[in-house]
């Protein structure tokens, strides 16, 4: 029986032309991509897939999942009364369902409790097709300090005794150079594909602000070297622009949110290419004032969200009109689950943001942030048969990435699902 696929396209985005090509073809061999043209010669046996009423691209990846969590309205208890078995399985769900959606990779972005190296399970089992999911791309923890955004035992708080035994738990959060040192090796060691630092505070937490430096300039530093060192990369969790200044010129490699930007901090990343990750959607309800949606944020959520609200329009102006090499994440934690990737795509095109910009920021440009330029984020001969199809006019339809008609990944085809 023959190995060989050949794919009919409507319109083809290859992940790097800025063009909807008509009438292209697709070979795939076995798990890569043979050939990519008008009028292929079809081998014999092959199957033929007919996506002429569909737009054919890359399989989309998404660089910013909280995949240990399925249920957003139970997130903030889920975080201290579930445990490893309940969040490795987590993992595993929200992989498949991104599939089933046309995302064919996801970068699961940390936790801080001991169970998140449930993800490095995940990632393995996906690997070696035991389970059907996105390649996942994984840090089990992050680096933050006692008592910050990234220190899940202040939900807590309320309880001294439980919330300092829960804080036993986290073995990357604490305090000192050494520390630090050690905890990035020690990632680095159990598999961490990468490694992530939370310097500011957030949005959703309730003891901090966007603005509170978390980590000293030490610590930043010698996690950004070590991680190096080691040949890893670093991205961090951040909002205030003087903050992101400061660690660009430190060396980092790229940066997540940066939703508090301003224009000569923008300079710097270009200069340096710095990536960033600015999961648009979780501020929208802000900027884009709906009160039906904010009202399900928490109530510490909502207060900051308003009393940023200005200095958030102004940063996602800057994003949007800067030159930065930007990558597509989601940060779901809120209004919606891990797994309903298309929604940052409305988010880009509903700022004004050129279509093709969002669609190369979630093919090409995220296969580089996650150091896999060489395997997916294109449709070129040699890469792996990750491949998504939408009936959804993707230049002119915000919501056309939550309408998958097809998936295809390493050359084997999925069931699709459509996002309510």
């Known amino acids: 029986?023959?190995?060989?696929?050949?794919?009919?396209?409507?319109?083809?985005?290859?992940?790097?032309?800025?063009?909807?090509?008509?009438?292209?073809?697709?070979?795939?061999?076995?798990?890569?991509?043979?050939?990519?043209?008008?009028?292929?010669?079809?081998?014999?046996?092959?199957?033929?897939?007919?996506?002429?009423?569909?737009?054919?691209?890359?399989?989309?990846?998404?660089?910013?999942?909280h995949s240990q969590y399925i249920d957003w309205p139970t997130r903030n208890h889920d975080i201290v009364y579930r445990g490893a078995a309940w969040k490795s399985m987590?993992?595993?769900?929200?992989?498949r369902e991104c599939l089933y959606r046309g995302f064919t990779t996801i970068r699961s972005i940390g936790n801080s409790t001991y169970e998140a190296r449930g993800s490095l399970a995940a990632r393995e089992m996906i690997d070696l097709g035991l389970f059907p999911g996105a390649r996942m791309v994984v840090t089990p923890h992050y680096m933050a300090d006692v008592g910050s955004h990234?220190?899940?035992?202040?939900?807590?708080?309320?309880?001294?005794?439980?919330?300092?035994?829960?804080?036993?738990?986290?073995?990357?959060?604490?305090?000192?150079?050494?520390?630090?040192?050690?905890?990035?090796?020690?990632e680095i060691k159990m598999g961490a594909d990468f490694i992530k630092i939370m310097i500011n505070g957030g949005f959703s937490t309730p003891n901090d602000t966007p603005d509170d430096q978390q980590l000293s300039d030490e610590e930043i530093k010698v996690i950004i070297d070590t991680a190096h060192a080691l040949?890893?990369?670093?991205?961090?969790?951040?909002?205030?622009?003087?903050?992101?200044?400061?660690?660009?010129?430190m060396?980092?490699?790229?940066?997540?949110?940066?939703?508090?930007?301003?224009?000569?901090?923008?300079?710097?990343?270009?200069?340096?290419?710095?990536?960033?990750?600015?999961?648009?959607?979780?501020?929208?309800?802000?900027?884009?004032?709906?009160?039906?949606?904010?009202k399900k944020k928490t109530p510490q959520f909502q207060k900051k969200l308003r009393q940023y609200s200005e200095r958030l329009k102004a940063g996602r102006e800057t994003i949007i009109n800067s030159k930065i090499r930007l990558g597509y994440g989601t940060d779901f934690v809120a209004v919606h689950n891990a797994y309903e990737n298309g929604y940052e795509y409305e988010s880009w095109l509903n700022s004004g943001i050129n279509p093709f910009r969002a669609l190369k920021a979630a093919t090409s440009v995220n296969a580089g942030i996650l150091g896999?330029?060489?395997?997916?984020?294109?449709?070129?001969?040699?890469?792996?048969?990750?491949?998504?199809?939408?009936?959804?006019?993707?230049l002119t339809d915000p919501k056309a990435l939550l309408d998958c008609a097809f998936v295809m990944k390493e050359g084997t085809v999925y069931p699709t699902i459509k996002v309510e």
């Not at 009028?39 to 092959?46: F, I, N, Q, R, V």
């Not at 073995?171 to 050690?182: A, L, S, W, Y």
């Open 372 to 394: 896999l330029e060489d395997l997916i984020g294109s449709i070129e001969p040699g890469k792996a048969a990750d491949i998504s199809a939408w009936k959804r006019d993707l």
């Open 90 to 95: 987590c993992h595993l769900y929200n992989a």
């Open 251 to 294: 060396g980092i490699d790229g940066m997540e949110h940066g939703s508090l930007i301003t224009e000569d901090t923008a300079r710097v990343m270009e200069e340096r290419d710095i990536y960033l990750v600015p999961t648009f959607c979780p501020y929208d309800d802000i900027i884009n004032l709906n009160e039906e949606s904010l």
């Open 1 to 65: 029986m023959s190995d060989s696929k050949l794919i009919k396209c409507g319109k083809l985005f290859d992940g790097i032309q800025e063009a909807l090509q008509p009438d292209m073809e697709i070979l795939v061999e076995g798990n890569r991509i043979a050939a990519v043209g008008k009028d292929l010669t079809c081998p014999e046996g092959a199957e033929v897939i007919d996506l002429t009423d569909c737009t054919v691209t890359p399989g989309m990846i998404d660089a910013h999942v």
């Open 150 to 186: 990234g220190d899940h035992s202040q939900y807590l708080r309320t309880n001294p005794d439980l919330a300092e035994a829960f804080a036993k738990m986290t073995p990357t959060i604490g305090t000192g150079v050494d520390f630090f040192r050690h905890a990035v090796r020690n």
């Open 231 to 249: 040949g890893r990369t670093v991205t961090a969790h951040i909002y205030n622009s003087e903050q992101m200044k400061k660690v660009a010129l």
